[in-house]
Structure formats: structure tokens, C-alpha cells
């Protein structure tokens, strides 16, 4: 098997060991989304062992002698001359380079906006506690408990009611 094609498969296989399916799956909250996820995964099941069977296998050598028996000795002399000058080219990858650094850009674009996500989902998470919080002890807070934890809202009031302006 020609050294590249071995390399493909083995960086398939492994990249498969590494996803991790489940993990990502729990994340997707629509049907649709656990439908599109579905077809992704199996489609990539599919090339990957396409890429196991078919390309991980040795070809068959060619039995000459077995030819040259049934045919002729000259008539497989010349096909076995062609067949042995065939060269193979091998694969220069001309894609990867140019989309490398795009890639890697958009990673550190992706841990940036996971970081900023995350902050904003803790900060959401202490608002949706303190709106909880509120929402038990709203029916027995008085305004000077309301105004403590609101005092912007306290001035806005005083500053209203000085000004005589009672919202009409």
C-alpha cells in the first residue's frame, strides 16, 4: 500500500477513536439538530470504513507466471514492462497550507467567544438565583428591603418625587 494512503486511513481511524459522539449529542437541543447530527455521524461511519476496508488492504500481486502460461511469455513481458513503469504521483497537499492559519485563527476566535460565553452564562446564572430569590420573599418585602439591593432605583424615585414629576 503506497505510504499516504496507509497515513490517511490510520489519521481516520484514530480521529474517529477521539470524537467523542455522546458528548456532543447531549448537547443539541432540537430534533432537527439530533436529526442533522445523526446523518453527520453515520456518514462518517460510512467513509471511515470505506477508508478501513478498501484502502487499508494490500493489492493483490500480480501472478505473472500464471499469465505467461495461458497467453505468452512476450505478450505478459510487455504488459508486465508497463505495468512495472507506472509511477504513482504522490500527493502534495496545496489545500492545507493556504487554510491553516484560517483555521487556526478561527480556533482562537472560538476559545475567545467560549470564554465570553461562559462568563455571560455565570452571570446569567446569579441573575436567575437573585430573580428567584426576589420572586419568594416579594410578597413580604417592604420598599426599604427592595431598595437596598436596588439603590439606583431609590434615587430615581427621590429624584422623581422632588422633582415633582409623578409619571403623567
Request: proline share 4%.
Amino acid at each position: 500500500m503506497s505510504g499516504t494512503v496507509k497515513k490517511v486511513t490510520d489519521v481516520a481511524f484514530k480521529a474517529s477513536k477521539n470524537i467523542d459522539w455522546d458528548g456532543m449529542a447531549k448537547l443539541l437541543v432540537s430534533d432537527e439538530a439530533r436529526k442533522e447530527f445523526s446523518s453527520l455521524r453515520r456518514a462518517f461511519e460510512e467513509v471511515n470504513s470505506a477508508l478501513q476496508t478498501k484502502f487499508s488492504q494490500e493489492p493483490e500481486p500480480i501472478d505473472w507466471e500464471y499469465y505467461r502460461k495461458g497467453i505468452g511469455s512476450r505478450l505478459v513481458d510487455m504488459y508486465k514492462e508497463a505495468y512495472d513503469s507506472i509511477e504513482v504521483p504522490k500527493f502534495v497537499d496545496t489545500v492545507t497550507p493556504q487554510y491553516k492559519p484560517k483555521f487556526d485563527s478561527l480556533l482562537v476566535e472560538l476559545k475567545e467567544a467560549e470564554v465570553k460565553s461562559l462568563k455571560e452564562s455565570e452571570r446569567l446564572e446569579k441573575e436567575i438565583v437573585e430573580v428567584q430569590e426576589l420572586k419568594k420573599k416579594i410578597s413580604t418585602m417592604t420598599a426599604d428591603e427592595y431598595f437596598e439591593k436596588h439603590p439606583e432605583l431609590r434615587k430615581k424615585f427621590d429624584d422623581e418625587i422632588r422633582n415633582d414629576y409623578w409619571g403623567y
